[in-house]
């Protein structure tokens, strides 16, 4: 699956120029997402040295994307006459979502078991996580 990831509010916390704070798990999250094959791009309005220095960031912490506010490496942007900046993706982890970005334990949870936020949250209100397995009686042995 090909994966946009925004930066600042997404990966970091929003700082922008600077670079925030990591949010708890991003990268943990974004490595595994890797190890499994999918492709991620950094998809930032950060260009030029701000963006080098977000792919430093994440290159630091193990994180390398596929390519960065462009569909694959080897594109190049020729002004007005070149690619446009809409990237093809399957999905987009993004803190300007509707409704926020949820943790990063959810989004895992939501790339893995491919189902929706919504699907998560239904599932968790209605899981009880307290409940065992019923008692046996004495004449069940």
Known sequence: MIIAVDFDGTIVKHEY???GKEIPFATQTLKMLIAEGHQLILWSVREGKLLDEALQWCRDRGVEFYAANKDFPEETYFGDNGFSRKIKADMWIDDRN??????????YRMIKEKKTYEQILHEDMHSDPYASAP??????F
């Open 98 to 107: 509707v409704g926020g970005l949820p943790d990063w334990g959810t989004i």
């Open 17 to 19: 120029p600077k670079i």
């Open 135 to 140: 008692k046996r009686k004495w004449w069940q």
